[in-house]
């Protein structure tokens, strides 16, 4: 078991009209929402050729959400306690997001993109494209959200989290 520290620094930070992790969207499939990903410069020659994908994979560090971890969690889409890992809860032994959003334009060093679901300043870590043929299995099993995945588009999050 690799215990060793971890450091990664932001590649960039991402901008969208969230103020707090309350009342947002809790996924980008309810989210209708724009957000421009805004990295630095340092790292801007490295967007060559993302303009061409209709969608990409950020990866981000939940900034705002609470240090105080549970392994098991009452996720916003369900009353029953969940483990933690079976679920999307912000609040993380390591507090990684993931989304997938749509890439509008890719401008120097700016994506806008829409379906964003983070808070304003949330800090990037990676950007990938989204390819189905690697990310989006056919034969899936959604586990205890097949019964309630289809509220993700009118579930707005609430303070458990935070
Ligand atoms: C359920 S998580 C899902 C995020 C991502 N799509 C995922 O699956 O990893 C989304 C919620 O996390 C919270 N959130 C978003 N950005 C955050 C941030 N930077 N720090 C802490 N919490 C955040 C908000 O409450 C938002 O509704």
């Known amino acids: 078991m690799a215990d060793d520290k971890l450091e990664y620094d932001p590649i960039g930070v ?5 103020e ?3 009342g947002m969207p809790i996924q980008p499939a309810g989210a209708d929402a724009t957000g421009t990903v805004e990295l630095a410069p340092r790292y801007a ?3 060559q050729d993302l303009a061409e994908f209709s969608h990409c994979i950020l990866l981000y560090h939940f900034h705002a959400s609470d240090d105080d971890v549970s392994l098991t969690v009452e996720p916003f889409l369900d009353e029953t306690e969940r483990g933690l890992f079976a679920t ?3 609040q993380r032994p390591n507090p990684i997001g993931l989304s997938v959003v749509e890439i509008d334009t890719v401008t120097g060093r700016e994506i806008t993109v829409n379906g964003v679901d983070v808070v304003d300043g949330t800090p990037l870590l990676d950007i990938k ?7 989006a299995p056919d034969d899936v099993d959604a586990g205890w959200l097949e019964t309630s995945q289809s509220a993700v588009h009118s579930k707005r999050a609430d303070d458990r989290f935070c």
């Not at 991402?14 to 969230?18: A, E, G, L, N, S």
């Not at 494209?129 to 990310?135: G, I, L």
């Open 14 to 18: 991402i901008h969208t009209p969230f």
């Open 20 to 22: 707090s992790p309350e």
């Open 45 to 47: 020659a490295g967007l």
């Open 88 to 90: 999307r809860a912000p």
């Open 129 to 135: 494209p989204f390819v189905p043929q690697f990310d």
